[in-house]
C-alpha cells in the first residue's frame, strides 16, 4: 500500500531563517505531488506542484520554492522566512497508474510551521 | 476559474441529528468533486468523490453526497451523526483535464457535535 510521510511534524523558526519541509512518497512510482498552505481559519491553498522529477510549477507567488531531487521526494523551501509563513503545511500525491483514479489525492499528516 | 463555495463557516448538531453540508462550485464544466475531512492539527481523509454516472455518491464513515448539475452543488449528508465526526470539512474541484490534479478546496465548515 502506499503511505506519505510528512517531516518535521512541528517547526517553530525566526523570521529571516531558512526552511525545508520533507515529503516523501511510499508505495508507488512517478506521482503526482503537491504542496498546500493552510492559514489559520481558511482553507487550502495549492502552492506548488511536480509532475515528475525536476519538474515544478508555482501557483502563486511567495517567498517559497520547492524541489523534486527524486521521484518520490518533494522539498518545500525558503532562504528567509516571512511572519505570513506560519501555517500548516500538507503534502500530497496522486497515481496515474490505471489502478488509481487519476485525480484522486492523498495528504501527508502535514507540518506545522510557526514563525516567531 | 474554477471556485468552491461553502456558505457554513461553522455547524453543530447534536449527536444522532441529521447533517447535510452545503457545497456550490462555479466552473465550465462538470468537474470532479470531492468531500474531504480535516481533524485538528492532521491530515486531510478523503470522504467520497464524484467523476461520473450516478450523483448520489456513498462514501466511508457513512457519508454520501449528492450532485445535482442544475444546482452545481454537491452537498454532503449523514442520517445521523456521531461525536466523532466533529472535524472541519472541505469540498473540492478539479478540473477534468490535464496532467496535474490541481484541487480548489471551499474554505471548509467545521463541524461541533454536542452531546
Known amino acids: 500500500s502506499q503511505t506519505i510521510h510528512q517531516w518535521p511534524a512541528t517547526l517553530v523558526q525566526p523570521v529571516g531563517s531558512p526552511l525545508s519541509l520533507e515529503c516523501t512518497v511510499e508505495g508507488t512510482s512517478n506521482p503526482n505531488l503537491y504542496w498546500y498552505r493552510q492559514a489559520a481559519g481558511r482553507g487550502l491553498q495549492l502552492l506548488f506542484y511536480?509532475?515528475?522529477?525536476?519538474?515544478i510549477s508555482s501557483e502563486v507567488p511567495q517567498n517559497l520554492s520547492a524541489s523534486r531531487p527524486q521521484d518520490r521526494q518533494f522539498i518545500l523551501s525558503s532562504k528567509k522566512l516571512l511572519l505570513s509563513d506560519s501555517g500548516f503545511y500538507l503534502c500530497?500525491?496522486?497515481?496515474?497508474?490505471?489502478?488509481?483514479?487519476?485525480?484522486?489525492?492523498?495528504f501527508g499528516p502535514g507540518t506545522r510551521l510557526t514563525v516567531l | 476559474a474554477q471556485s468552491v463555495t461553502q456558505p457554513d463557516i461553522h455547524i453543530t448538531v447534536s449527536e444522532g441529528a441529521s447533517l447535510e453540508l452545503r457545497c456550490n462550485y462555479s466552473?465550465?464544466?462538470?468537474?470532479?468533486l470531492f468531500w474531504y475531512v480535516q481533524s485538528p492539527g492532521q491530515g486531510l481523509q478523503l470522504l467520497l468523490k464524484y467523476f461520473s454516472g450516478d450523483t448520489l455518491v456513498q462514501g466511508i464513515k457513512g457519508f454520501e453526497a449528492e450532485f445535482k448539475r442544475s444546482q452545481s452543488s454537491f452537498n454532503l449528508r449523514k442520517p445521523s451523526v456521531h461525536w466523532s465526526d466533529a472535524a472541519e470539512y472541505f469540498c473540492?474541484?478539479?478540473?477534468?483535464?490535464?496532467?496535474?490534479?490541481?484541487?480548489?478546496f471551499g474554505t471548509g465548515t467545521r463541524l461541533q457535535v454536542t452531546l
Open positions: 511536480s509532475v515528475g522529477i525536476g519538474q
Open positions: 466552473y465550465g464544466a462538470t468537474p470532479y
Open positions: 473540492a474541484v478539479v478540473p477534468n483535464t490535464g496532467t496535474a490534479s490541481k484541487l480548489t
Open positions: 500530497a500525491w496522486s497515481g496515474r497508474t490505471s489502478r488509481l483514479s487519476y485525480n484522486e489525492q492523498f
